[in-house]
């Protein structure tokens, strides 16, 4: 495609429920990039993968926050029984290989009430 | 330990006045580093990056950063803001790490406020 791409753009959901977030990075990049942007803040690195091999995890927050990228391509992030903290923008980047520059989607806007 | 330090949370400039926005950063290995803007309700857009040519980069909009190893800094500048500069930047690091290989490292980031 044309860039990275992720949905929805908004989400809303209760608390204690679960979210899945999708990011369709860009085609033939290896390396897919997940961060969290809470309000007033940086980015948080939350998780990376590249090609095949073991994704690193060093960034999630808990063991309620997981993702999978399937087939080397469109990565989705979920999180479980959601809290209000989770609230944030997440979003995908993806790059030819890790280290280069990284092309970032327009972000997942979550809301937690 | 790799870092990025930008040194500013909030920089305001009259339009059409010099911008500068100051990033430090540490790296035991020659970095690669890059300069990113967010507008506001946006993804991040990449304005330029060094990766160990010239040290001086041009990039997107009229602006440029200087590499400086002896300083360690890499300072984003503009010589006349706009109106439409107004937003967010992030200063990256691009490093090495022996455990998980290449990792991007961001700044906190620099809020940029032009006035008219």
């Known amino acids: 495609g044309a860039g990275v791409s992720q949905s929805p753009s908004n989400k809303v959901t209760e608390k204690g429920k679960d979210v899945e977030l999708r990011c369709d990075p860009i085609?033939?990049?290896?390396?897919l990039y997940w961060y969290r942007q809470s309000l007033g803040q940086g980015l948080e690195f939350l998780i990376y993968f590249q090609g095949n091999s073991a994704p690193d995890k060093s960034g999630l927050p808990s063991d309620r926050f997981s993702a999978e990228r399937t087939g080397g391509s469109v990565s989705t992030l979920t999180i479980q029984r959601t809290q209000q903290e989770d609230s944030a923008v997440y979003l995908c980047?993806?790059?030819?290989?890790?280290?280069?520059?990284?092309?970032f989607g327009q972000g997942t806007r979550l809301t937690v009430v | 330990a790799q870092s990025v330090t930008q040194l500013d949370s909030h920089v305001s400039v009259s339009e059409g006045t010099p911008v500068l926005l100051r990033c430090n950063y540490s790296?035991?290995?020659?970095?690669?580093l890059f300069w990113y803007v967010q507008h506001p309700n946006k993804g991040l857009q990449l304005l330029l990056k060094?990766?160990?040519?010239?040290?001086l980069v041009k990039g997107i909009n009229g602006f440029e950063a200087e590499f400086k190893k002896s300083e360690t800094s890499f300072h984003l500048t503009k010589p006349s803001a706009h109106m439409s500069d107004a937003a967010e930047y992030f200063c990256v690091v691009s490093h090495w790490n022996s455990n998980s290989g290449y990792a991007l490292n961001f700044g906190k980031g620099t809020s940029l406020l032009v006035t008219p």
């Open positions: 060094y990766t160990s040519a010239a040290t």
């Open positions: 085609s033939g990049h290896t390396a």
């Open positions: 790296s035991s290995y020659s970095p690669s």
């Open positions: 980047a993806s790059s030819l290989y890790r280290g280069d520059e990284a092309f």
